[in-house]
């Protein structure tokens, strides 16, 4: 079974470039979240996609979008990057139903920093 | 304004003694917390859940207990060894889309 696999591990950015961090999810998992961790605190809820659409969002800016594939994996882009975009960006996969539906299973994380 | 608080930045204990990890939410309708784990480098680590009708659920070493009257829960890590030593989260669910509110993380450092 592979876990959820994140790319790419590192990026830096110059203030208003846009960047796509890219996300595999777990096997047989159809919904991928994602989540931005500043320093010091917890990861923060920017959205979700369940079979390609958007299931939900945090309180992020238009200019933080997504895409879900037909295979389950996912884009997340962020354009006009600001100096406070800088951050570590989780993606966790979860499956539907049940339980399952709230344990989710992250990726290592991009690493972002913006300049 | 944070809904899922951990008061604690850092904890200490000696191995094989007891860790007791807290957690305060304010939002009501929360139904559904869990603990995560988090190594440096790594993604966090599901480690436990509980519903909300339930006041305790046991998972080997670790206990997660809630009481919703005082919207509180605690992480108990019963023996605490040094491969413990992480960050650990509580993260709630509100909703249906499954959307996962975190705190801040509490930093466990486990003594040989």
């Known amino acids: 079974e592979t876990g959820v696999t994140q790319s790419p591990t590192h990026l830096i950015k110059t203030r208003g470039q846009q960047v796509t961090l890219r996300c595999s999810s777990q096997?047989?998992?159809?919904?991928v979240s994602w989540y931005q961790q500043a320093l010091g605190q917890g990861p923060q809820f920017i959205f979700q996609y369940y079979r390609e659409e958007e299931n939900g969002r945090g309180n992020f800016p238009p200019r933080f979008s997504g895409l879900q594939f037909p295979n389950y994996s996912s884009e997340l882009n962020v354009n006009a990057l600001e100096l406070d975009d800088s951050a570590l960006y989780l993606c966790a996969s979860s499956l539907d139903g049940g339980r399952a539906r709230y344990e989710q299973y992250f990726g290592p994380g991009t690493r972002l920093t913006v300049t | 304004d944070q809904q899922v608080k951990q008061n604690s930045p850092s904890l200490s204990v000696q191995e094989g003694r007891i860790s007791i990890l807290n957690c305060d939410y304010t939002?009501?309708?929360?139904?559904?917390f869990l603990w995560y784990k988090k190594y440096p480098a790594e993604g966090p680590t599901f480690l436990i859940s509980i519903s909300s009708i339930k006041d305790k659920n046991e998972d080997g070493r670790f206990t997660v207990f809630l009481n919703k009257s005082a919207k509180h829960l605690s992480l108990h890590i019963v023996p605490s060894q040094p491969g413990d030593s992480a960050v650990y989260f509580c993260a709630a669910s509100g909703d249906a889309k499954r959307q996962l509110t975190f705190g801040s993380g509490t930093q466990l450092t486990v003594l040989p």
């Open positions: 096997s047989g998992h159809n919904t």
């Open positions: 939002n009501s309708m929360f139904d559904y």
